[in-house]
């Protein structure tokens, strides 16, 4: 299922509506922070399974 323009443009309009203008940007960075630990945790992962591999 993928989400068209119109859909996101509803969807971000219904959070401003939820979370409000002033902190949108908090909760941009907030998400940009968690996504880095996800990726930095997949990739240790990763990492952990060629050492146990080897």
Do not use: C, H
Request: hydrophobic content about 40%; glycine content about 10%.
């Amino acid at each position: 299922m993928r989400l068209g323009t119109n859909e996101l443009i509803i969807i971000l309009v219904i959070v401003l509506l939820i979370v409000g203008p002033t902190q949108i940007p908090k909760l941009a960075k907030l998400f940009g922070k968690a996504s880095k630990k996800f990726k930095e945790g997949m990739n240790n992962e990763e990492d952990g399974d060629k050492t146990q591999e080897s």
